[in-house]
């Protein structure tokens, strides 16, 4: 009986032993199934054991990472300061040229209605010593031609409408002078770019020949960056500049050829005048 008592605590004893070393296995495997898990998922600072083991080549680029930074901010490190400076004077002046195009090329602005008005009164009543200085005050595109024309009817009617045509030719000058920096800019703005290409390409070819090894591809995007941002910033300026030319050279030469019809008209009751 004492034996059996004896065999059945050994029994016991080897059970719980066999138990024991099961329940501490399976705690082993739980344990590096989720230190496995952890150290995917979880920060380094909660399992500093795996993370220790990890490639501190990778983890220390990855620190170095800049972490949200704005596309601004990559186009300006991207530029460097010295073509961030040429393309912000590239792109003020040519708004600044843009709006003023916008605001001068206009028919309102060329031809004013109020000066017809008042030019075609002073005709009809035969006052036309009025509508000279009306025509000479007025600073228009209008106003200088017919202020040309009046000036010169006492050569008789062909000499004012010579005169007229100089006028016509000197303004549209001027105006064709205004634009001509708009289309300045379209074919500056990709210049720049190119020479930021090539800049930007031969810093990277000069990292590579002064690197003994293959160099990073970080090293290398430096230059690369450079070189594709400028060139992209060159053709931002270039398309918008060269498609406002043509829109402002097309009105243009519509509205000189408005003016010129209108002036003829206007002058057109002096056509049988002779010469004094």
Request: net charge negative.
């Amino acid at each position: 009986m004492r034996l059996a008592v004896g065999d059945g605590r050994l029994a016991a004893e080897a059970g719980a032993w066999a138990g024991g070393r099961f329940i501490a296995r399976a705690c082993l495997g739980f344990a590096l199934t989720l230190s496995a898990a952890g150290a995917v998922l979880a920060p380094p600072l909660l399992f500093p054991t795996i993370a220790l083991a990890q490639d501190e080549g990778a983890v220390a680029e990855e620190a170095a990472e800049p972490e949200g930074e704005s596309m601004l901010v990559f186009y300006y490190n991207a530029l460097g300061l010295r073509y961030v400076i040429i393309f912000l004077l590239l792109s003020f002046g040519l708004i600044a040229l843009l709006v003023m195009c916008f605001l001068q090329i206009r028919r309102a602005v060329l031809m004013p209605t109020g000066l017809i008005q008042a030019f075609e009164a002073h005709l009809e009543n035969k006052e036309f010593q009025q509508a000279y200085e009306l025509a000479k005050a007025d600073d228009s595109y209008l106003g200088h031609v017919l202020a040309a024309g009046m000036g010169k009817l006492q050569s008789g009617y062909p000499a004012a409408v010579e005169a007229m045509q100089e006028e016509e030719g000197e303004q549209s000058m001027k105006l064709e002078h205004k634009i001509s920096y708009v289309s300045l800019i379209g074919a500056l703005a990709p210049m720049f770019g190119l020479l930021g290409t090539v800049d930007g390409m031969v810093a990277s070819f000069m990292v590579i020949a002064k690197s003994e090894t293959a160099p990073k591809p970080s090293q290398l995007a430096v230059g690369i960056s450079q070189a594709l941002i400028t060139t992209l910033i060159g053709l931002w300026l270039a398309i918008p500049a060269i498609a406002c030319f043509a829109l402002f050279k097309n009105w243009m030469q519509k509205l000189t050829g408005d003016i010129d019809t209108e002036a003829m008209r206007l002058m057109s009751r002096f056509q049988n005048m002779g010469k004094k």
